[in-house]
């Protein structure tokens, strides 16, 4: 299954359309189609967040804004709180690279605020408050990573 499938599938379960869940999160209904779609970076973001909350052993929301909700979040705040995660959990880019599958390059990056998980992060908390679920469940439903899930699961 991908990240889009569950966005789909959890769109629908709550009866909002395209162009509603669009709207919400503060994008176009084109651009919101490819995400649901698959066509974006929301399959490499999806996965890599969760795979930072569980490394970093925070809420998911957390990583986003200090309070946890949508309306708090910032260009580059991501960047600012993950470090500041890390730091508490004193472990060094390069371990917490090495959790996510990434160089420390890669995770570097993250911690600069320039990767994309600056724009991500904060949508799939917005589209989590839209559903009414915690954001963690968005790649993680079911209990089980979203990749292992088929469409037919979320009958």
């Known amino acids: 299954m991908k990240q889009g499938e569950v966005l789909m599938k959890e769109r629908e379960r709550k009866k909002l359309s ?3 869940m669009a ?5 176009s209904p084109e651009r919101y189609g490819d995400i649901e ?3 974006s970076p929301a399959e490499r973001w999806g996965p890599r967040i969760r ?3 569980v490394a970093l052993n925070v809420p998911t929301s957390r990583m986003f804004a200090t309070s946890g909700k949508s309306a708090d979040t910032r260009p580059g705040q991501a960047a600012e709180l993950i470090r500041k995660h890390r730091e508490t959990r004193q472990l060094s880019p390069e371990q917490v690279g090495e959790k996510l599958g ?3 390059e890669e995770y ?3 911690e600069s605020g320039s990767s994309e998980i600056e724009e991500y992060g904060p949508l799939f908390l917005r589209f989590a408050e839209a559903i009414e679920q915690p954001v963690f469940n968005l790649f993680h439903p079911f209990g089980l990573p979203f990749e292992k ?3 037919d699961d979320y009958r």
């Open 37 to 39: 779609a698959g066509n």
């Open 149 to 151: 899930l088929t469409l």
């Open 18 to 20: 395209i162009e509603q």
């Open 23 to 27: 709207e919400k999160l503060g994008v």
């Open 102 to 104: 990434i160089t420390a």
């Open 108 to 110: 570097t990056e993250i």
């Open 51 to 53: 795979d930072l909350a």
